[in-house]
Structures are given as C-alpha cells and as structure tokens.
C-alpha cells in the first residue's frame, strides 16, 4: 500500500496548471475513516492560502470535522510517536538498542525525549517496584494528552519472574491503563518495534 | 592479626561483654559480643586496632533469635574483622554505628527494613529500598511469599 505521504507529495504532471482546486481520489486508509484529497496545483501562495482554506472548509462542512481532521491528526501522531526516554531495568537495554544502528527505531518517528512533557508514549521497560510506583505515576500524569502506555517484557506485563516477590507491582496496568503488552524476557528490539507498529494500528483508529 | 591479638586489644576494655574471638576464614577474627558493649567496642575497633572502613552491616534470622553483624576492613594491617552479637527475636534493637563509622547509615537502614533490626539513636532509619509504610519485614523466615492480589492491597497506600 502506497503511504499518505507519497500520494499527497506526488504533482499531477498532466494536468494544466489552474487556480482551482478539485476533490480527487481518496486515500488508502485502514478502516473506515477514508479522507478524500485534494489535487493541488502549483500556485503562488497568495493564491494557495485562501483557495486551501475554501476547500478545506467546504471539506469539513460536507464531510464532519471529525472525519477531516481527525485522521490527520492520526496520521501525524503515530508518525511521531515520542516515548519516555527512561529504563527501569534489563528490558531497558533492549529499549536502547532498538535505537541504536542496527534496528534504528527513528526511522518510524520514535525519538525517546528526555522529559515528560515532550512525550506520546511511556515504554515501560523493566521491573516496576512499589518504591518507583508512585514516581511512574507522576511521569504519566506528565505527560500531555493524548498519551498511551507499552508494557514491555515479562516484568512489566505481569511481574515477570519475581511476580510473588515482596517488592515487584505485578503487572504495570496495576498503576497506569496499558494499550499495548509486549511478551519477553528480554523481548528483542524487533519485537519492541512490533509492539510500537501495533500501537499506531490503535492510533489509527482512533475516533475522538 | 590474630584472635588472640585482638582478645589482647578488646578484653581489657569490654570485660565480660566481650564474648570471645574466633577465628573466621578471610578474616582476622570474629568477635562476638554483647550488645550493650556496642558503642565501646566500636570505638575500640576503630581507634585502637585501625579498622576505620565499615563494608557492610546485616541481620541474619535465626528463628529464635536475630543476628547483626559487621564487616569492617583495615587499611593498614589489609584484613578484613567481622564483629557479630545476638539479639533477640522480641527485642531485636542495638545501638547505631554510624556515629562510629558515617558509612553504616544506609546499611542500618537496610538492615532495619528487610530484616527488622532497629537500630537505637540512629539519625535518620527510614525505608531504603521498600517504599514508606511497607509494613513488611520481607527478608524474616516467618515471611511468606505473597500472592500477588494480596500484596498489592497492603502495598496500595504507598
Ligand atoms: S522482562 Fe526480563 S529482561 Fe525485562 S526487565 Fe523483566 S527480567 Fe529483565
């Protein structure tokens, strides 16, 4: 399947150049959410801007702003999806090689961001303890919505090994709702970009 | 060092507190004593034998009583000392080190949260590695390992 991307950045080269802008083909979207686009032509900005912002504004009037808008805000969204840059334990290394040369995460948009407040989505990568439960909590209530959470690795999907010890949380969804588990004990980086290429299936989709 | 040398050193000085020396393997001895005689043998160590870096303090649960004990290095004579007293299960307190050594805080600490030693006139015995008002002593062999579920519904005011 062809991206968004490519097919809005593609010219129609046939086509004379005019001032109008026409509703062509739609989007290949998963779901229903189809977003019909628009061909656009090379004009000048001044005539760019107020010819946009007419067509853009008959879209929505015709089409509902929640069909418009919403699955480009999707759209950019899962294309930037910046997690907690933090390790709780073991799981972390895998976290941080996922970024590394080999696997090199970034080229799906997933830049770790050191604070909260710059972040999408919080990986929890690692043992949870009743002693950093109440600091995990606050770096989710951190983050700006709209926020989502991966549990990754055993430890944090179920307390992994030390599920009955006496200082592990068993299961991170104890503390902060989950989207998305991911099984491994350490799950490989392939598998940790599995799980973010899942978690865009969920934005994807996303209604409101 | 020897036993008998640090019998020489301490016995004068602790009297009947001083339990006795035995040998202990890696170590120059093992000395065991009461707990009352903390303080003064602290000192003693510290000062009069050069053993000035405290490695690690910890308890051990024997069931019907409770064990601390104390892992001191000396740079001069390069040996390791371990001190140890008794104490009982029902009473398991004993006086701090860290006047003595700074480095026994945390330690204490430690010692205080997993295996329920208390430590009297310690500065600061807080929970180290557990969160505040764990209620568990989780390191004790009356300690059963929990489920889950119930874990959790003590552990839920942290
Ligand atoms: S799931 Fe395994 S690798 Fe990951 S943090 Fe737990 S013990 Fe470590």
Not at chain 1, 62 to 84: D, Y
Not at chain 1, 149 to 169: D, E, K, L, Q, W
């Amino acid at each position: 399947m062809t991206a968004p991307t490519a097919q809005l950045a593609r010219p129609k080269e046939s086509a004379p150049p005019s001032g109008s802008l026409e509703l062509g083909t739609e989007l290949p979207m998963v779901g229903e959410a189809a977003v019909p686009f628009l061909e656009i032509e090379t004009l000048r900005a001044k005539e760019f801007i107020p010819a946009a912002k007419e067509a853009l504004g008959s879209l929505i009037a015709e089409q509902g702003h929640a069909k418009v808008i919403r699955p480009v805000f999707n759209w950019a969204g899962r294309n930037s999806l910046f997690p907690l840059h933090w390790g709780l334990a073991c799981c972390a290394i895998e976290f941080a090689a996922a970024f590394g040369a080999r696997w090199d995460a970034e080229r799906f948009g997933v830049v770790p961001r050191s604070s909260p407040r710059q972040c999408d989505v919080m990986i929890v990568n690692g043992t949870v303890t009743w002693k950093v439960a109440h600091k995990l909590i606050t770096l989710y209530e951190q983050m700006p919505e709209p926020k989502w959470v991966i549990a990754m690795g055993n430890c944090a999907t179920g307390g992994g090994p030390f599920r009955t010890a006496y200082s592990v949380v068993p299961g991170v969804d104890k503390l902060v709702p989950v989207d998305v588990y991911i099984a491994g004990c350490p799950p490989r980086p392939e598998a940790m970009l599995d799980g973010i290429l899942e978690l865009e299936k969920l934005i994807r989709e996303r209604k409101e | 060092m020897q036993p008998d040398d640090l019998t020489g050193v301490l016995a004068p000085k602790l009297g009947v507190r001083l339990k006795g020396v035995e040998p202990f393997p890696g170590t120059a001895g093992r000395v065991r004593f009461e707990r009352e005689a903390a303080l003064d043998l602290f000192r003693a160590v510290r000062d009069d034998l050069g053993f000035r870096h405290l490695s690690m303090v910890g308890g051990i649960d024997w069931v019907d009583h409770r064990e601390v004990f104390y892992v001191l290095w000396s740079d001069d004579a390069k040996q390791y000392l371990v001190l140890s007293t008794d104490v009982p299960a029902d009473d398991p307190r004993v006086e701090t080190a860290s006047s003595v050594w700074p480095s026994a805080n945390w330690h204490e600490r430690e010692a205080w949260e997993l295996v329920g030693i208390v430590f009297d006139h310690h500065p600061d015995l807080r929970h180290l590695l557990t969160p505040d008002g764990y209620e568990f002593r989780p390191l004790l062999r009356s300690f059963k390992l929990h489920e889950p579920e119930e874990l959790e519904v003590k552990a839920r005011h942290v």
